[in-house]
């Protein structure tokens, strides 16, 4: 059968407030044209981010019920922890209230000033984390990331050749430890081989320095792999998954993206003292090591929220699902990055709004457009986000000008993903009249959250 069916049926629903063109025109000259100003209740599909926003399963709400909220050693961090190293394999498991909290506690236990920590692609949040600790975060993608549009199959990759360049030239002395992101979400939620994975392996162990993956879309890489890479077709996802993290030395996690949950996180090591030093600091800001900022039932909801992210049938429906709107634009003609990721649908604005400069914004234009159009809310991943250096004040154009529309798990339709071709293709038709913007005032860091825009 050619029909996508969702591998669930609908116990709960929560009503859309549907709005008009005009409405959205007001609304989003009152939010200055910023999208993260908008009123969530103003949105009609919300694909501003997938994390944090998944539906959860009956299994799970009933889990929460069970919650234990003992302040020590309570029934569900047991179950939690049990669950969590069953599939991630590690020794040590330390709670945390999302990624960004494993993170900043991974850092400030290995990170110095003038360490320089490789990635595929940094998330914000991760290099943010690094730079606050005095470390260098850099990214080596490898090459065909470069390219938005070709079909290579592993885009997420790292590059090799420099990532054993860079071991050779600054040694564990400088470089604490070596990341891989999957899928790797900053640079259009391409997957990363397990050759890839292999290889990254090979050279931390070779120079005796820790291996991390950011394993917060896990599962969807997981099965990229078998469906992408020759020898893997006959093996289980959880399976996979496990030989991804037999060759790691420990993982963060944001329980937010492939673990269904709301919040939640945890970081992982096999090292025993290091995990000692890490609750040492989780208890200042999170929380007794076993629940780590969480409350008992959020910890129940992940346990049940990890088993189901590996169910084959839900993967291959979130995969096709997001392949069946790249591939409706692609057929439009309409700039997208290609192949299709995981979690996110990445529109090129750069090729889509051409008459643009990069300084005026053409990710920004093409958001806001998709709002008043369709009240559609997606996330300019270009020059706003990355375009300014706050320390010399001096603006240029980001590598890419994209508009990202991350797609909640379980939360929306297909007819919701049709609605939202629908709109994009509405948009491409009249994209010759779509102006460009400026920015009327904004803070010094991070400025996408709250600067105000309006059109040129
Ligand atoms: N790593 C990656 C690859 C992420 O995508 C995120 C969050 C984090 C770490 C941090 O996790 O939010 O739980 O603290 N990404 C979200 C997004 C915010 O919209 O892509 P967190």
Redesign the pocket.
């Known amino acids: 059968m050619k029909t996508i069916i969702e591998p669930h049926r609908v116990k709960m629903v929560e009503p859309i407030r549907l709005t008009d063109r005009d409405e959205r025109e007001r609304l989003i000259e009152k939010a200055h044209y910023n999208l993260f100003l908008l009123h969530a209740e103003d949105v009609i599909i919300d694909l501003l981010?997938?994390?944090g926003t998944s539906a959860m399963s009956s299994e799970a709400w009933g889990a929460m019920m069970r919650g234990d909220e003992s302040y020590a050693g309570a029934r569900s961090w047991y179950r939690f922890r049990d669950t969590v190293k069953d599939i991630f394999g590690f020794e040590q498991v330390v709670p945390t209230h999302?990624?960004?909290?494993a993170?900043r506690i991974l850092f400030s236990v290995m990170v110095q000033p003038g360490s320089i920590v490789p990635n595929n692609t940094h998330?914000d949040?991760?290099r943010a984390n690094i730079e606050f600790c005095g470390g260098k975060a850099l990214d080596l993608p490898c090459a065909e990331a470069a390219d938005l549009e070709s079909d290579a199959p592993f885009k997420g990759n790292m590059d090799i050749d420099a990532l054993e360049k860079l071991v050779a030239e600054e040694g564990r002395e400088k470089i604490p430890l070596i990341m891989v992101?999957i899928t790797n979400?900053s640079g259009g939620g391409q997957p990363v081989s397990m050759a890839n994975i292999r290889e990254i392996s090979r050279i931390a162990r070779d120079a005796d320095i820790p291996f991390y993956v950011?394993a917060?879309r896990f599962a969807e890489n997981a099965y990229f792999i078998k469906l992408r890479e020759p020898g893997f077709e006959n093996r289980t996802v959880i399976d996979i998954a496990r030989e991804i993290f037999a060759l790691a030395d420990g993982c963060?996690m944001?329980a937010?993206?492939d673990a269904f949950a709301n919040i939640g996180?945890f970081l992982c090591t096999n090292d025993a003292e290091l995990a000692q030093r890490e609750r040492n600091i989780l208890i200042l800001t999170e929380g007794f090591p076993t629940y780590g900022g969480l409350a008992g039932r959020d910890l129940e909801a992940i346990a049940v929220g990890l088993r189901e992210i590996l169910d084959e049938h839900y993967l291959d429906y979130r995969l096709l699902s997001t392949r069946y709107v790249v591939n409706g634009l692609l057929d439009s003609g309409i700039p997208v990055v290609a192949p299709a990721g995981g979690h996110a649908v990445y529109l090129d604005a750069r090729r889509f709004l051409p008459h643009l400069d990069p300084l005026q914004y053409p990710g920004q234009s093409l958001a806001v457009e998709l709002y008043i159009e369709a009240g559609i809310r997606g996330c300019e991943i270009g020059t706003v986000m990355f375009g300014m250096n706050p320390h010399s004040g001096e603006e240029q154009p980001a590598r890419s000008d994209l508009v990202r529309l991350?797609i909640p798990r379980r939360v929306y339709t297909q007819s919701h993903m049709d609605y939202v071709l629908e709109a994009i293709q509405y948009v491409w038709e009249r994209r010759e009249a779509i102006r460009g913007m400026r920015i009327v005032k904004a803070p010094q860091f991070l400025r996408h959250f709250t600067a105000y825009f309006d059109w040129l």
């Open positions: 981010t997938d994390s999302q990624g960004r909290a993170e998330f949040t991760t992101t979400n950011d917060c963060t944001s937010k993206k996180g991350a």
